[in-house]
Structures are given as C-alpha cells and as structure tokens.
C-alpha cells in the first residue's frame, strides 16, 4: 500500500519561492513516472508537473519556467521548488503516481498573497 506525505506549504508574498517535498512508501516509486497536483478553491484538481524514471520532465504552460520538479529515488521523495509564485498558484498541492494515481494524500497548503 503506498502513501504520500505532503510537506512544505507556507503563506508567502508574490515572488516569493517555497520547496515542497513529497515522502512516498510503497515499492512502486522508483519504477513509476511521478507528479505534482494542485487543487485551488472551486476548482477540479489539476495537474501541474511530472518526471518519469529517466529523469524526463513536463510542466503546466501555467508553472513552466517557475518550478522545477526533482526525485529523490534513494530517499522516494519527489520535491517541487516553486520560484516567483503568484496569487494564482494558491491551491492545496498533492503528489502522486502521474498515470495511474494511487490513494491521495493530505496534500500541503501553498498561500502566495501580500
């Protein structure tokens, strides 16, 4: 049974910067293509960034060239640095497998508000 643990939410200023990590059990990790979701309020989750095994990466059009996402195989946990964030990247942010989702975690509260 896997399980993600969410970290690393804060209230920060537009333009700000925070680092997410995403702790993974299970065996699945290492060998399935992980990604970063986010859900704001009044709105369907939505999916934000993904890496597969080979260290391939995509972004929302909405987060490309502002976060970075990177994997920890040896420590399965999956990390989103979030740079020069904006009112709208408010949300609730969950990691998961990016095919085929497993159980969701809690996720972590990211504010960016002045």
């Known amino acids: 049974q896997v399980q993600f643990v969410e970290s690393g939410g804060a209230l920060v200023q537009p333009g700000g910067s925070l680092r997410l990590s995403c702790a993974a059990s299970?065996?699945?990790?290492?060998?399935?293509?992980m990604a970063w979701y986010r859900q704001a309020p009044g709105k369907q989750r939505e999916w934000v960034a993904r890496?597969?095994?080979?260290?391939?990466?995509n972004y929302a059009d909405s987060v490309k060239g502002r976060f970075i996402i990177s994997v920890d195989n040896a420590m399965k946990t999956v990390f989103l640095q979030m740079n020069n964030l904006e009112p709208e990247d408010t949300a609730v942010y969950y990691c998961?497998?990016?095919?085929?989702?497993?159980?969701w975690g809690q996720g972590t509260q990211v504010t960016v508000s002045s």
């Open positions: 890496i597969t095994p080979r260290g391939m990466k």
């Open positions: 998961n497998f990016a095919y085929v989702p497993a159980t």
């Open positions: 299970g065996s699945r990790f290492s060998i399935q293509a």
